[in-house]
């Protein structure tokens, strides 16, 4: 009889073993992980950096290999750090100077040191340029948007009538409800969340090319998209680790990484 089709070589079957043989030889892809910064001595003369293992757990779990990332000034020491990872995550931490957004500070603030803020907004811009995948978590997400140009309110229910605790602890989880046809929407297949939140600001005015794809129930920005593979949540998807539905985010994250080396 005939002989079998064989893979034509080049074909789809061909360049699909080879990208994968590719990335079996780099290994799992490094993952730029800052830390928060917690003032031991006041005006930040010294402090400590903390990450929360469940962010480090999250990046194992959906296949990466988590680096942790020390506020550094130096912008030669930046670009050589983003020569050796693949995707850079900014997680949660205290809240950005009003100074950043062109605002005074008001009672309820508590701002984080500026050298964290300086640090990763150079970080965003290095990795903007090599179209690194960034993934921003509560203040990271309020983050991307003060660096695209974007304002936050200072403290929700001071500024938002009628909008209710997003750190409660008592009921930290809350519903989010998702734009149908975002990238969010298509990651989760679901119109609706229960997510886990802790803040007390949020984005009042979207950043330049940053899209609101998810909004709590009394109207507050829960998720923003943007080019240069650029997404983020207010909620905290690493405190739902038994949570499938948010597993897929890091998931999601971690293809967007191996699909950039491609």
């Not at 990208?19 to 780099?26: E, G, I, M, T, Y």
């Not at 003032?39 to 003369?45: A, V």
């Not at 990763?120 to 811009?125: F, P, T, W």
């Not at 909004?215 to 240069?228: K, M, N, R, Y």
Request: with cysteine.
């Amino acid at each position: 009889g005939d002989a079998p089709d064989r893979p034509v070589p080049g074909g789809k079957r061909h360049a699909r073993r080879r990208f994968l043989l590719a990335d079996k030889r780099k290994g799992k892809p490094l993952i730029g992980l800052t830390c928060e910064v917690v003032k031991l001595k006041p005006y930040f003369s010294e402090f400590e950096l903390v990450c929360d293992y469940r962010y480090v757990r999250a990046i194992l779990r959906a296949g990466g290999t988590p680096v942790i990332i020390p506020v550094n000034p130096f912008q030669r020491d930046i670009k050589n750090l983003l020569e050796k990872i693949e995707g850079l995550v900014i997680p949660g931490g205290a809240d950005i100077h009003p100074s950043f957004y062109g605002e005074k500070t008001r009672e309820k603030i508590k701002p984080i040191y500026r050298g964290r803020t300086y640090f990763e907004m150079n970080l965003i811009r290095e990795a903007k340029k090599k179209n690194m995948p960034i993934l921003g978590i509560c203040y990271g997400m309020q983050l991307l948007n003060v660096f695209h140009g974007g304002t936050l309110h200072q403290d929700i229910q001071t500024d938002v009538k009628g909008s209710h605790s997003h750190r409660s602890k008592r009921k930290p989880l809350h519903k989010v409800t998702l734009q149908p046809g975002s990238l969010l929407y298509k990651i989760f297949k679901e119109k609706s969340l229960e997510v886990h939140s802790e803040h007390h600001q949020a984005i009042k005015l979207p950043g330049k090319s940053l899209q609101v794809t998810a909004v709590s129930e009394d109207g507050i920005p829960e998720a923003v998209e943007g080019p240069s593979n650029i997404l983020a949540v207010q909620w905290h998807p690493e405190r739902q680790a038994k949570d499938a539905h948010q597993r897929r985010l890091f998931k999601y994250f971690l293809r967007q990484v191996y699909k950039n080396r491609s």
